[in-house]
């Protein structure tokens, strides 16, 4: 069993498409995240949610919205795709929300927008 | 904001020990060092986690000086199997309560036969 797995695992659209990528854990983790890994392999955190509540939300445009509607899901809903949001989109979940907690990353999703 | 300094890339070959520093001088008191590694087309994993002196598990040995200012990840007797990047992470405390765990560049290793 896939401790995180996220799908799908490629996505390819056109600019101005609405488009999400599932996330799920069965850690019984509390914090899920999403983070973001562009061409030069920078990995940047985007949103994190705590049981269900928003706890990190980065600079990241208002296209961008995460749900999460139980602690072991948060999906990522991106409106009007733009030629810059093509990356790979984690998903990563932690036990809780406290210091050094040890990350647990999904696959990846390679979004890639034409 | 605790920020970490690793070199861009490494190259080694088979059965050697490699070492990988990272600096971070401004490290919080509560902070502690975690390195990950990440293979293509995977997310990254969890290495090892230390606070200070030395820590060692069945992959890896992590040696923090007594200043915090700087890690060593040792890897030893690498194989091909070990190239990857391999991140080193501090912590970043939030004003609403929690932590934001903060990836740096990476290193890319190339072990060579």
């Known amino acids: 069993d896939t401790a995180v797995s996220q799908t799908p695992k490629y996505l390819v659209t056109q600019m101005g498409n609405d488009k999400s990528i599932k996330c799920e854990q069965n850690l019984g983790h509390d914090t899920m995240y999403w983070y973001k890994q562009d061409s030069k392999k920078f990995l940047k955190i985007m949103f994190s949610y705590n049981n269900k509540e928003l706890i990190i939300n980065e600079t990241v445009p208002n296209r961008f919205s995460p749900k999460s509607p139980d602690k072991a899901h948060l999906n990522l809903h991106i409106n009007s795709l733009e030629l810059g949001d093509s990356a790979v989109y984690f998903c990563?979940?932690?036990?809780?929300?406290?210091?050094?907690?040890?990350?647990?990353f999904g696959s990846g999703t390679q979004l890639s927008v034409l | 904001l605790a920020k970490t300094t690793q070199p861009i890339s490494m190259d080694s070959y088979e059965g050697q020990e490699v070492n990988i520093t990272c600096s971070h001088n401004n490290i919080a008191t509560n902070d502690y060092i975690t390195w990950y590694q990440q293979f293509p087309s995977q997310g990254p994993r969890f290495i090892i986690q230390?606070?200070?002196t030395k820590v060692t598990n069945e992959v890896a040995s992590l040696f923090i000086p007594a200043d915090r200012k700087s890690s060593t990840l040792s890897l030893p007797r690498v194989s091909l199997s070990d190239t990857a990047v391999y991140y080193c992470?501090?912590?970043?405390?939030?004003?609403?309560?929690?932590?934001?765990?903060?990836f740096g560049a990476g290193t890319r290793l190339f072990v060579k036969a």
């Open positions: 992470l501090v912590g970043d405390q939030l004003n609403t309560g929690g932590f934001k765990t903060i």
């Open positions: 990563a979940s932690s036990r809780d929300r406290r210091t050094n907690e040890k990350l647990f």
């Open positions: 230390g606070y200070k």
